[in-house]
């Protein structure tokens, strides 16, 4: 090497050494459009000189083309990404921004303030050390502002940096700043923030964002940057107890079987001991294995594998923790929801719920009160629909471990996924497990299910039935109970109908109420299995969601789905209730197939045409099918 | 959040490790997108650290348009046999069949076909549920707002309008048949920590990256090199030896180099701290227009 590149290399050595002590700093920048957020961070890239010049010279052509600052540089538009949002002139997701400086790298959640976008804001504020909350000095602390920080509090930020906008624009007023800083303590008393650090400035200008401001020479604090660069952060994360959910187990070969996972909180060392708290199982750390040698110590963060000194049931989904202080393991908590689509909560719907590594079935059994993000107040509801957030009870379909968020937010967070659309539909932060989810056991008996349909000579099953009012499903259902019978075999017919005279009268048939009604039967109907019986269940159970419910409550093989496919057309010519007739003239509401979807099952196990089979042959198929796989 | 003890390398290492571990645990057949370019080396790094001890699980696919640089094949090759990679090669036959080629067809066509077309044939062909890609959010603005996980229906489509909300490190990796994700790990890293990183794990990298003296010819104000006798000079063009080096890698004829001295690692960051030209500029295909990156996410392009 010449002389130079070693003077290059010892420099880049020097420099890259420093770039070691640096670490990451995330936060949400929080506001609308008005109070001049994408202005706000736009200057911030500018000024740490994070902008390329051919990035440069595409933003003065778009300033000129689209700008809102007559020609002059519109920082804004180096934020909106998305094209139809530049037209539109908002920005209506999620988007973010890197930029560094001598002392920290930052990622910046850009996120909207508009109503509307809720989700938006808890998805950057999630993974968000603090955050900037930006206040339009004319207007002073809004409605905005309160919900903004309700939820970034929500998330568990507890540093907050106020940042009062505009200030050139109400001439550097000291007292303007002064009302809107005791505005706005007061108001964040009720919020569970630690540290709030008001900072006078303007984006627009420059004022207070990097160095000190000219204008404001009685504003003796630190610039939004130089607090940005000092602000202490990350610390909680390692004095929680030891927790790591296992990811995926690294079998190379029969000699290695190791754990890998991210630590989610507190240090593990060789030789600790640890627990996998569901099952109670424990050992203790042989190997801490990474691919650059192994670990004697490693701590929040780090991305490692755990070997054990015993053989331990462990597998993804499982939670490695500290012995003394173990997360609770529950099927029932309570937790704050935050609904993320378009389609509304239906309480009682199975979602899928994915905690750390581990993904089970959930529903909301109860939903406590809905939460007005503006006011802060609670109101009663029975739905969630989009951006609006409540307090339920969950109910899942098996223990899992699981710590309350704001003691540990890596163990205490989830989401909900729609089991047909995979939509992700919320997010959660556990509050506390629910007591008697630990003190109701299930009562074992002596005589089980088996025994009892042996002693009828049979298998016990469900036939669920569904289809279009009018479809024939409860004819054909009625002529297979006639034939099992004639064969002696011990059978229970549940019908719609019949059902919602006693057991749901209490239900009507909105989404909701519908949900329900399926899931009562389904529960129901599981009852009568284990009692042995051949049950035969007749609904137009119109979602695939609540069939598909029904069938996880059974053993595999158990349920079979009756699909009475008959043509909307002939359901409604035959129109033996004259339903469709009233609903065609609007006098009942949320009818299926009229006002009220049906989804077509896709894979049912037997299907009828309804439109040319006759309910005899529809039955003996049936029969001949239960032959088949030896239920009778 | 972050965690003040680790460094911001160690940390994002940690992340898209953890991604890494995500897709691999959840999905049936993944695969991982190789470019040969740096964004790939330093993510088949993390992919080897992310299962050590075992091999990485999962196949590499290279979607070859045959216009690569000739040194990034070599490199390729080397790479595959040295880690003991499964790599798959897919070349789009119709394009060939065609005779496509950024000279013949402009460069849009071109990479639509041999590109785009082709890493689509090839999803379905291998019926990969999962890709990996190198992607960073700092590259181009649509990149900003696209999830780690960023789904894709079964054409492929890109959706920026209706993606999945992504919090804390929960990742929803379900999908039916016919659709995927592309997974990004690297979403979180800039150019910087790229070239940091390459230099303090000390990671190998396509020797076009150093400043070496190559036959280049000026177009459009890009410095275009001359890699094989398929490029048809101009009258009175002639190929300049020039020292020149890349900041991208993709199709030599639509890859622009910069003039640099820069031969070592040190050198190249020294100039990234003082650069004023953003990386993407040496590539042809975003000149068109604002927001031209967006609409090629949309129909399936990387």
Request: charged fraction near 25%; charge should be negative; include cysteine.
């Amino acid at each position: 090497m010449d002389q130079r590149t070693d003077t290059v290399t010892a420099e880049i050595d020097a420099y890259l050494k420093t770039q070691e002590q640096k670490n990451l700093l995330r936060f949400i920048t929080c506001g609308s459009v008005d109070d001049g957020k994408s202005t706000f961070i736009g200057r911030l890239l500018w000024d740490s000189k994070l902008l390329f010049e051919d990035q440069l010279a595409a933003l003065t052509a778009e300033s000129k083309r689209v700008g809102t600052q007559n020609g002059e540089i519109d920082y804004a538009l180096l934020l909106d990404g998305l094209q139809a949002e530049r037209e539109q002139g908002i920005t209506i997701d999620v988007a973010y921004r890197f930029f560094a400086t001598d002392k920290r790298k930052f990622i910046v959640a850009d996120t909207p303030g508009h109503e509307q976008y809720t989700r938006n804001m808890v998805t950057g504020a999630s993974t968000a050390d603090l955050a900037v909350i930006l206040i339009d000095a004319r207007k002073g602390v809004l409605i905005q502002t309160m919900r903004h920080s309700y939820l970034v509090s929500l998330l568990g930020i507890k540093k907050v940096v106020l940042a009062v906008n505009k200030m050139d624009l109400v001439n550097y007023s000291e007292e303007v700043f002064e009302k809107i800083c005791s505005d706005y303590t007061k108001f964040a008393e009720q919020l569970d923030f630690e540290e709030i650090i008001p900072i006078p400035v303007s984006a627009l200008k420059g004022d207070n964002m990097i160095g000190a401001s000219e204008a404001m020479p009685w504003y003796s604090g630190p610039s939004v940057l130089a607090h940005l660069e000092s602000v202490e952060i990350g610390a909680e994360d390692l004095s929680r107890p030891f927790r790591m959910p296992v990811q995926w187990v690294n079998r190379p070969n029969l000699d290695f079987r190791g754990f890998s996972g991210t630590i989610a909180s507190g240090t593990i060392r060789v030789g600790d001991v640890i627990v996998e708290p569901a099952s109670g199982q424990s050992s203790k750390v042989a190997r801490i294995v990474t691919f650059d040698g192994d670990l004697e110590e490693a701590i929040a963060g780090q991305a490692v594998t755990l070997t054990l000194e015993d053989e331990i049931d462990v597998s993804r989904g499982d939670i490695l923790c500290a012995t003394k202080d173990r997360p609770t393991t529950a099927d029932q908590f309570e937790a704050k929801i935050v609904w993320m689509t378009s389609d509304p909560m239906l309480p009682s719907r199975t979602y899928l719920l994915k905690l750390g590594t581990g993904t089970t079935a959930a529903r909301i059994s109860s939903l406590k009160y809905t939460v007005n993000v503006n006011t802060m107040e609670q109101m009663a509801s029975n739905t969630l629909k989009l951006n609006e957030i409540g307090v339920c009870n969950l109910s899942l379909d098996k223990s899992i471990s699981f710590d309350p968020y704001t003691d540990s937010p890596a163990t205490g967070s989830f989401i909900l996924i729609d089991r047909f659309t995979n939509a992700t539909v919320a997010a959660g932060m556990i509050d506390f497990a629910l007591r008697r989810a630990e003190n109701i056991h299930w009562q074992s008996v002596d005589i089980h299910k088996e025994a009892r349909a042996q002693q009828k000579g049979q298998k016990a099953s469900v036939l669920w039935f569904t289809g279009l009012s009018g479809s024939g499903k409860s004819t054909i259902a009625n002529l297979v109970e006639k034939k099992l019978h004639a064969l002696n075999k011990h059978t229970y017919l549940l019908d719609g109908d019949n059902v919602r005279h006693g057991l749901n009268k209490d239900l009507g048939f909105t989404d909701a109420d519908r949900v329900e009604n399926i899931r009562r039967v389904g529960e129901t109907s599981k009852l009568m299995v284990d009692a042995g019986l051949i049950t035969l269940v007749s609904f137009i159970s119109p979602f695939r969601s609540e069939r598909q419910m029904a069938r996880g409550l059974l053993e595999d093989g158990e349920f079979l789905e009756v699909f009475v496919d008959t043509p909307l057309e002939i359901c409604e010519a035959r129109d033996i209730k004259g339903l469709y007739k009233k609903a065609r003239a609007g006098e009942i509401k949320n009818f299926t197939g009229i006002s009220s979807d049906y989804e077509r099952p896709e894979n049912a196990e037997i299907v009828i045409d309804g439109s040319r089979q006759s309910p005899e042959d529809s039955a003996d198929q049936i029969v001949a099918t239960l032959k088949e796989r030896g239920f009778i | 959040m972050s965690t003040s003890r680790l460094t911001h390398l160690r940390q994002l290492e940690a992340e898209s490790i953890h991604i890494f571990r995500e897709v691999v645990a959840e999905f049936e057949r993944p695969v991982m997108l190789y470019s040969i370019g740096k964004d790939s080396a330093v993510l088949l790094h993390l992919a080897r650290k992310a299962f050590h001890p075992s091999p990485i699980p999962f196949p590499l696919l290279h979607v070859d348009t045959t216009w690569k640089f000739r040194e990034m094949i070599h490199f390729r090759d080397t790479i595959v046999k040295d880690y003991e990679l499964e790599l798959l090669v897919h070349i789009n036959p119709d394009g060939v069949k065609q005779g496509v080629g950024p000279f013949s067809h402009g460069s849009a066509l071109h990479t639509d076909i041999m590109k785009t077309e082709a890493l689509k044939q090839a999803l379905d062909h291998y019926k990969f549920d999962a890709a990996f890609g190198g992607a960073r959010r700092d590259e181009e603005a649509s990149r900003a707002k696209e999830r780690v996980f960023s789904f894709r229906n079964e054409a492929h489509h890109w959706d920026p309008k209706n993606q999945r909300p992504e919090l804390w490190n929960l990742y929803n990796g379900r999908v039916r048949k016919g659709e995927s994700i592309r997974a990004f790990p690297l979403s979180n890293w800039t150019e910087l920590d790229i070239w940091q990183y390459i230099y303090m794990e000390d990671i190998p990298i396509v020797p076009l990256y150093f400043a070496a003296e190559r036959p280049v010819v000026e177009r459009e104000g890009m410095l275009i090199m001359v890699d094989d006798d398929r490029m048809p000079l101009n009258e009175g063009e002639t190929p300049m030896m020039k020292s020149v080096r890349f900041r991208t890698l993709g199709c030599y004829p639509l890859t622009g180099a910069i003039e640099s001295t820069a031969a070592t690692l040190p050198e190249i960051i020294q100039e990234m701290l003082v650069a004023r030209t953003s990386e993407r500029q040496g590539r042809l295909i975003d000149k068109d227009q604002a927001g031209s990156m967006e609409k090629k996410k949309q129909e399936g392009y990387f």
